[in-house]
């Protein structure tokens, strides 16, 4: 009797982000109006990102939402050619990268469409919003 072959179950995506109270606005404004938001102290004028109910700088918590522009430039990168968790095996190679945005925060992302011949730090960037699920878009970056 030969020995049963079990079925390899589906790999679980990897890329898909915990959305919880405090990013959930975050996560809304990416999927509804592709718009990268981002945390203001009205104490301070920080502004913040990742998420927070208060500001990492004074403490306060008269904070809001706002959108930001969209534009960045490149802090850092680095181009991945190995990775085996999914989906990212199936886009190799990709630039996973660091963007600061204009409005200060540092953000960890990927870019798109940009030969790596081109890739400069401090290179222009545009946000693009990239649909992972019907319920998630995540925001990507592209030569501006
Ligand atoms: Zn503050």
């Not at 592709?34 to 990492?56: K, Q």
Request: net charge negative; with cysteine.
């Amino acid at each position: 009797m030969p020995p049963e072959v079990a079925a390899t179950p589906p790999r679980p995506r990897t890329d898909l982000p915990t959305i919880e109270g405090d990013s959930k606005p975050f996560w809304d404004a990416m999927r509804e109006n592709h718009t990268f938001s981002v945390v203001e102290c009205h104490a301070c004028g920080h502004i913040h990102h990742y998420p927070r109910p208060f500001c990492p700088v004074c403490w306060s918590d008269d904070v809001s939402w706002i959108a930001a522009s969209g534009r960045a430039t490149l802090y850092t990168y680095s181009t991945v050619y190995l990775n085996d968790l999914e989906p990212f095996a199936s886009e190799l190679p990709y630039v996973a990268a660091v963007v600061e945005l204009e409005e200060g925060p540092r953000v960890m992302t990927t870019l798109v469409n940009v030969a790596t011949d081109q890739l400069a730090i401090g290179m222009a960037l545009t946000l693009v919003a990239k649909e992972l699920t019907p319920d998630v878009t995540v925001p990507v970056f592209t030569a501006a």
